[in-house]
């Protein structure tokens, strides 16, 4: 784990197990390493890449403007596959945050994704492990050999990813309402069953 972290620290970019899938990702402040996972990924620039963090204390770490609505929906989700888009700090540099600031951030339940973040103190990028069209993976096996090729390090020790579906991103509105900007691993039903209005 220390040479992982050593990558990460040093600007690698490295293919680790996520609580969903394997993801491809580097140290979430470090511009120049996340324009190289977006680079590989054959990612549009204009599309941020997302963030985990390994507990919801690290979200200070991201952001300055915890609202009610992000609050409840981390001790309703957190850690788990809930995505939610924040204003970021400037700290989160632009191939991870967008035009208007936001950042897609999650508090993973993966021990050794958890793990790296807190060791780190830092957030790690964690977009899916595959070039841009192609499927995600979800084992070893289904990680794209070519795709490795161009990383510094793959994490494939278990706990492996379960596989399935991605996180839900969510937007936070006000009044507890929340907008679903992709459906995956959160059912709707979940979020209205915990008292958001989901729109």
């Known amino acids: 784990m220390q040479t992982i972290q050593r990558i990460f620290l040093e600007g690698g970019v490295v293919v680790y197990p996520t609580e969903t899938l394997y993801a491809l990702g580097c140290h979430g ?8 996972v977006a680079a590989i990924k054959g990612r549009p620039k204009a599309k941020p890449l997302p963030l985990i963090i390994g507990g919801t204390s690290m979200l200070e770490l991201v952001t300055d403007e915890i609202t009610g609505t992000i609050r409840a929906l981390a001790e309703a989700f957190w850690p788990g596959p809930l995505s939610i888009l924040v204003r970021a700090r400037s700290a989160v540099p632009r191939p991870v945050r967008d035009e208007q600031g936001l950042v897609s951030v999650r508090s993973t339940p993966h021990p050794l994704a958890a ?43 278990e ?28 059912a709707r039903q979940s979020l209205e069953e915990k008292g958001f209005a989901v729109s």
């Not at 402040?29 to 190289?36: N, P």
């Open 29 to 36: 402040f470090l511009r120049d390493a996340a324009l190289r």
């Open 115 to 157: 793990q790296i973040c807190r060791e780190l103190d830092a957030p790690l990028v964690a977009t899916s492990a595959n070039f841009s069209g192609n499927p995600p993976a979800g084992s070893p096996r289904d990680l794209d050999p070519d795709l490795l090729a161009k990383t510094d390090a793959a994490l494939l020790e």
């Open 159 to 186: 706990p492996f990813p379960p596989g399935g579906a991605p996180s839900t991103l969510l937007r936070p509105l006000a009044g507890g309402r929340v907008e679903i900007l992709r459906a995956g691993a959160v």
